[in-house]
């Protein structure tokens, strides 16, 4: 019964290459867990927030698909023909119903399984990967369009191969686990080896930590060809003691910090003001608090990241380290990577074939 923590992984920075893992693709989505029993079909997030009202076109599709009572982890996805879109993933966490029927016609979700927690009255999660998997293939339709089944190998060169080629279609990485591994809910005993690439970016506000005693995270810009300045993203994760120091360090930036702030029609109107603006109510996280202070846009930070989509870093980046030998205006877009789209459909024909 819901709720379901999923199993989770560890970050790793090179493919591991121990005998006899097995490899599948780190999908670029929303994990899910589908609870089934007869006409009762869940959609659960890893957060343990519904998602089968925004997603009522899988219903069908699962109910299809899917034996009449039955637990499976997987990812919602949506696809198109440059790869897969978070963006347009994030836009069906409306609040009107109205609206989420109108995207579900235009941006239809599809669902990648990769797991099988229980089939019947049989708990599955204590039996081994392998065992899981085999009963996963028994039982999973993917004829009805946009039901997929993951990819799996247990060669490491294929799954280097897979990390390498398809980043352009909105791949996160790799994941490896162990073929005797159980299912150990909201434990961390899979890897994932994702992308991770630097760029230096000007620091122009911050958000304060939760518990309101240091820096949550940095603001992120990086300048267009006109000399517009960008939010492209955040830098977090900082340990306690950082936080708390970067208060002090970031003091001097914030006197006077809207004059002639890039983005002080925003900050004045708290309202997107043109271009890719912070702030913001959060879809995912409601309620969450996004206000911002200002910092005069004078700082540059080396933030590592794992890649870009429109124009913004998809998961959050991380302090490298502040760059005093930078000039603001030297952080530009042309700086940035860019991986071409790969066609999507290539790695499952690959492991059909």
């Known amino acids: 019964m819901p709720p379901v923590k999923p199993m989770l992984a560890t970050l790793v920075r090179e493919m591991p290459r121990e005998p006899g893992l097995l490899y599948e693709p780190k999908w670029d989505g929303f994990r899910c867990i589908v609870f089934r029993d007869g006409d009762e079909l869940e ?13 009522p076109e899988l219903a069908d599709l699962l109910a299809e698909a899917l034996p009449p009572r039955c637990v499976v982890d997987g990812e919602v996805v949506i696809v198109t023909d440059a790869g897969l879109d978070f963006d347009a993933l994030q836009l069906r966490l409306h609040p009107a119903a109205s609206r989420v029927r109108k995207l ?39 004829a009805p369009a946009r039901v997929h ?12 191969d ?14 490896a686990k162990s073929p005797d591994l159980a299912y150990e809910q909201d434990r961390r005993t899979m890897w994932k080896v994702k992308h991770e690439r630097t760029a230096d970016c000007v620091v122009a506000g911050f958000r304060w930590h939760k518990d309101g005693k240091g820096v949550g995270s940095l603001l992120l810009g990086l300048y267009d060809d006109e000399g517009t300045l960008h939010h492209v993203g955040v830098a ?23 004059d002639g ?45 794992e890649h870009v989509q429109a124009g913004r870093f998809r998961h959050g980046g ?19 990577e860019e991986v071409p789209p790969a066609e999507l459909a290539a790695l499952f024909e690959e492991v059909r074939a």
Not at 237 to 255: I, K, S, T
Not at 318 to 336: K, M, N
């Open 104 to 142: 579900a016609g235009e941006t239809p979700a599809s669902f990648v399984a990769f797991d099988l927690l229980a089939l019947g009255d049989r708990d599955l999660t204590a039996e081994p990967f392998h065992e899981r998997r085999r009963l996963l293939e028994s039982i999973l339709d993917t």
């Open 318 to 336: 991380r302090l490298v380290r502040f760059r005093p030998d930078r000039a603001p205006e030297s952080c530009t877009y042309a700086q940035l």
């Open 261 to 305: 702030h890039p983005w002080r029609r925003w900050a004045e109107a708290h309202a997107e003001a043109g271009g890719r603006m912070p702030g913001g109510m959060s879809r995912w996280s409601v309620g969450k608090d996004l206000s911002w202070e200002p910092l005069r846009a004078e700082l540059v930070a080396e933030v590592r990241y």
């Open 162 to 175: 897979w990390f390498t080629r398809f980043e352009g279609a909105g791949f996160d990485g790799v994941m």
């Open 236 to 258: 977090s994760g900082l340990a306690a003691a950082r936080r708390r120091e970067l208060v002090d360090e970031l003091a001097p930036l914030r006197e006077n910090a809207l």
């Open 149 to 160: 089944l993951t990819p799996l190998t247990g060669d490491p060169d294929v799954a280097q």
């Open 43 to 55: 959609l659960g997030s890893r957060n343990d927030r519904p998602l089968t009202r925004y997603f």
